[in-house]
């Protein structure tokens, strides 16, 4: 497989990568696609998500929190943080190559490759804050088990949840399921907005701020 598979332009690249159908397969075209990230998605005037985040992350969160980035990428949403004074970032996904790009731009204390949806090698309570956009379609619902794991509580998770995959791709069920055994609150909900006004008009967003009980 080469690199030759990307389609020509950038709004079917966005759509071909973000609708792999399985994760192992979204990790092979996030690795194919990474280099091109950037130049694609990191315009600010298109892909609000981050900045919309960032700003909700400034609300609620310490800027001396050890922050998880799930999903971090290329490093979009840590750069938007770091700019803003945050100063204790992670970065975690499941593509190696996203995050070489993330590596490359020095905003990261540390910077780990792994499978969110899986228990990972972190230790619980270990993190005052995971922040994620960008992947309610993209990375396994699931992974909000292990958020819950790795927060202390008290801690939070600041979630740009795209706002039909938040029921789509299951995560309102494991949400339900954790507030009900008492282990997730949500503190607040934003308004909705177009998170890709020009690319993908169609989805929208709400940051969603989460407490760990
Ligand atoms: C649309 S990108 C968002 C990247 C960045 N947060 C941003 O907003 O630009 C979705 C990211 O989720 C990552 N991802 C998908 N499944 C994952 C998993 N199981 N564990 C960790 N990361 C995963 C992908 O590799 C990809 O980098």
Redo the contacts with the bound molecule.
Sequence with gaps: MTTNELPDNQQDRVSW??RAPD?EE??RR??LW?AQ?DAD??NIED?L??RE?VKVAVEHLDKSARVM??????????QAMKDEGFRHLVA????AQ??EIARGKGIYDEVHQ?????RTNFDGDSFDAVV????TS???CA?LNEFVRILRPGGKIIF?AATEAWVEFGYADIFARLEEAGQLSLVSRGEAFQMMPTTEPQFYCEILVIEKQ
């Design positions: 990568v973000i994760n979204l990790r996030y690795d990474a990230y998605v990191g892909y998500a981050p985040t980035d799930a999903g971090a990428g290329t490093g979009l949403v840590g975690v996904d499941y593509s996203m995050l792994c499978d969110l949806s899986k994620t956009c960008g992947t993209q990375m396994p992974s740009a």
